[in-house]
C-alpha cells in the first residue's frame, strides 16, 4: 500500500520528527510505502534521505485555502500520473 504524506514546512521539528517516526513505523511493521509532499528543502528532506523515504518538493504557499487552491489542483494532477 502507498500512503501520501503532505506536510506545510520543511524543518526537522516536532510534527515532521513524529511524521517520520510513523512512517517509519508503517514501513517496518505493515510494508507499507510513502510519499512526502512538502514546500521546500531542509533538515526534514536531509532525514527522509537517511531513512531512503520517497519525497517531492512542490512549492505551495496558502495550504490553508484548500477548496480551488494550487495545492488541491497539483495534488490531483500528481495523483493522475502516479495511478496511471
Known amino acids: 500500500m502507498k500512503i501520501i504524506f503532505i506536510t506545510h ?3 526537522f521539528y516536532g510534527a515532521n520528527r ?3 517516526k ?5 514501513k517496518e511493521f505493515y510494508n507499507i510505502e510513502a510519499l ?3 514546500p521546500s528543502q531542509g533538515k526534514f ?3 527522509l534521505d537517511k531513512e531512503g523515504v520517497n519525497y517531492r518538493i512542490f512549492k ?3 495550504w490553508q485555502n484548500i477548496k480551488n487552491g494550487w495545492l488541491k489542483t497539483r495534488t490531483k494532477i ?7
Do not use: H, M, P
Not at 500528481?78 to 495511478?83: D, E, G, N, T
Open 45 to 47: 528532506v536531509s532525514e
Open 18 to 20: 513524529s511524521l517520520l
Open 36 to 38: 512526502i509532499i512538502l
Open 60 to 62: 505551495f504557499y496558502n
Open 22 to 26: 510513523l512512517i517509519s513505523e508503517l
Open 78 to 84: 500528481f495523483l493522475k500520473r502516479q495511478i496511471c
Open 9 to 11: 514546512y520543511s524543518g
